[in-house]
């Protein structure tokens, strides 16, 4: 089955510094990832969509520079997070779908997510 | 405007006993997919069952079946013979292929299952 790999699984950085999270696809190619954020007991929040090739979109009232997100191939997408600062303290999450229909069947697979603690 | 509603915070439930758990949405597109996910403590997202809006159907997945009400816009999960390892939160989503195609989530449901 499709198996998206996200690394790395925990980070802890220092206010001002930032951090790479990648996704890649393992065993498909995907055309479109999405970037979603959960804060603890909430559910989780989508950030953006990022397709290969092209810029990524953001949801609204996520700052774009501050998550830059690269989508340069289609098995491997980047979230950098800059300047972090406590408030980025967050569980991301990227998901990726085989192929691309318009009856919203395609299940989502998740990578296993990516615990950020700014200090 | 929340697309996906889940009014149950927190449910319990007795071992081996069944227990419904409730997700309404609200679309105006006709093509439309309806997911639920498992989150245990670890994090992960575990798929669990899908219904297409154009299913006649409900969908059945092993011990998860949905009560799909399409008039009602009701997507409910029902969790048969419950096992302590279901204790996890819970999360209804759906997919709008036409309005980007990405998958939003309800608030979740933390099911507690005891012995």
């Known amino acids: 089955g499709a198996v998206v790999s996200q690394h790395p699984s925990r980070v802890i950085c220092k206010s001002g510094t930032s951090v790479k999270i990648e996704c890649r696809s393992l065993?498909?190619?995907?055309?479109?990832m999405f970037w979603y954020r959960q804060f603890p007991k909430q559910s989780l929040m989508l950030m953006a969509t990022?397709?290969?090739?092209?810029?990524?979109?953001?949801e609204q009232g996520v700052e774009k520079d501050k998550f830059l997100i690269n989508h340069a191939s289609l098995t491997l997408s980047t979230l950098t997070v800059t300047s972090a600062h406590p408030e980025d303290s967050s569980f991301y999450i990227c998901s990726a779908s085989i192929g691309q229909d318009y009856s919203g069947a395609n299940v989502l697979t998740f990578g296993a997510g990516s615990r950020l603690t700014v200090l | 405007a929340q697309k996906i509603t889940q009014t149950q915070p927190g449910m319990f439930v007795q071992e081996k006993e069944a227990v419904t758990l409730d997700c309404t949405y609200d679309?105006?597109?006709?093509?439309?997919?309806l997911f639920w996910y498992k989150q245990p403590s670890s994090g992960e997202m575990i798929f669990l069952i899908y219904q297409g809006s154009y299913d006649q159907q409900n969908a059945t997945e092993g011990r998860y079946s949905l009560n799909f009400q399409k008039a009602r816009k009701s997507a409910n999960l029902v969790i048969s013979a419950s096992q302590l390892g279901d204790s996890a939160m819970y999360f209804c989503a759906m997919r709008e292929p036409y309005n980007n195609n990405d998958m939003r989530f309800g608030a979740g449901t933390r099911l507690t299952v005891k012995p």
């Open positions: 679309t105006s597109d006709p093509s439309y997919g």
């Open positions: 065993d498909f190619q995907a055309t479109t």
């Open positions: 990022s397709n290969e090739g092209s810029k990524a979109t953001y």
